[in-house]
């Protein structure tokens, strides 16, 4: 179980700092914002892996739902928070692979 | 409304149904422990044969040396020796012959003869003696007919003793039993460290008229391949505690579960606080 809270800090960890170091915001607001996104997005996807669900699916719709709450939350264009969300997850995504 | 209630009525039998089935399945949060029982010193004996007969499910298992022996879980076997006969190279035969004459107990002869014994003890036409109570401890620890559980401690004795004298009767192997009941060490939570028990078990003494069989030790596995030996104290009947085990219950997965979906619902409310809150400004 401390791994599962271990991947969940390392998560937002991690989305926060690649987000931060593209778009150069408040970092306490998007740290805040980072934290919600992950509390949204995080344990819906452990449930949906538990499930059965495909990685690869579960992965796919977490950048989709990420993407618009980035969108949103940052008043960036739809295109740019898209790959926000692509990078960010892509890399937890592969860390996930490697930890 | 007839429709209704007749749906209503195949509802409640899928149900029934659905919970008869259920009935055998691993409840959610909980693992089985493997179990088996093994008698350690039976080569030493080799005049003698071993054999299990399990209830209710009434198996009959021929122990062989070195071999663990294992049960259905909800079976309660005993371990019987018999005297090794000098001809017996049809034994295993002749019994597995017997044990299904038995099991299959086409004649009812087994429920019919169980029940005179039982009336009779029960009217006190037959007087259990020390020993044959002692046999049988588990179910008879003190045999007082106000005891509200002695009657069905005399049924399961009955049934018991006449399966034996039935098994002995067809047979024509005279089973000494160890009154020893064994039980299966059950459900622990899945996050219990806990993979198998082997519990082993070792002949104090045996001879035509008695078999006494001790509960040595247990020897545990746990799931990261270590094992550990506990030794059974005098008188103890329970399974010694193992060392390792969790704090974390059975319900974990369901709490860890719920939790997500309510922080997952807290954090989608927060923020849809927070954009209707911009929206407005």
């Known amino acids: ?99 | 409304m007839k429709r209704i209630i007749f749906g209503l009525f195949i509802l409640v039998c899928l149900l029934g149904l659905s919970n008869l089935a259920l009935a055998d399945m691993m409840p959610g949060g909980y693992k089985s422990v493997s179990y088996c029982f093994i008698i350690e010193n039976q080569k030493d004996y080799s005049d003698y044969g071993f054999i299990s007969h399990g209830y209710p499910m009434g198996q009959w298992e021929i122990i062989n040396p070195g071999e663990c022996v294992h049960f259905y879980k909800y079976s309660s076997p005993t371990v019987y020796a018999f005297k090794m006969p000098v001809n017996n190279e049809n034994l295993t035969q002749k019994i597995s012959e017997t044990k299904d004459k038995i099991l299959n107990n086409e004649s009812g002869i087994i429920e019919q003869k169980s029940n005179e014994l039982f009336n009779k003890i029960k009217t006190g036409e037959i007087k259990l003696s020390a020993d044959e109570a002692k046999r049988f401890k588990p179910w008879i620890v003190v045999p007082n007919p106000e005891d509200p559980l002695y009657e069905d401690s005399l049924r399961h004795y009955t049934y018991m003793k006449t399966q034996e004298d039935e098994f002995a009767e067809q047979s024509g192997i005279k089973l000494i039993s160890s009154g020893l009941s064994l039980h299966n060490y059950g459900t622990v939570s899945e996050y219990d460290p806990l993979k198998s028990a082997q519990e082993v078990l070792t002949v104090k003494a045996v001879n035509d008229q008695l078999l006494i069989l001790e509960k040595e030790k247990i020897i545990y596995t746990y799931e990261d391949g270590m094992t550990e030996e506990k030794y059974y104290s005098a008188g103890q009947t329970d399974f010694p505690e193992p060392s390792k085990t969790t704090i974390l219950p059975p319900w974990t997965n369901t709490a860890l579960f719920l939790g997500g979906v309510v922080i997952s619902l807290a954090a989608l409310v927060t923020i849809v606080v927070i954009l209707v809150k911009r929206h407005r400004k």
């Open chain 1, 1 to 99: 179980m401390i791994v599962y809270f271990f991947s969940f800090l390392l998560t937002i960890n991690v989305e926060f700092l690649i987000i931060y170091l593209i778009t150069r915001l408040s970092w306490k607001e998007l740290l805040w914002y980072i934290i919600l996104i992950n509390c949204f997005t995080w344990p819906l996807a452990n449930i949906a892996y538990v499930l059965g669900a495909s990685f690869y699916l579960v992965e796919l719709a977490v950048i989709l739902i990420e993407s618009i709450l980035l969108w949103k939350l940052l008043n960036k264009k739809y295109l740019a928070a898209l790959g926000l969300s692509l990078i960010a997850n892509g890399i937890t995504a592969s860390l996930s692979f490697v930890l």
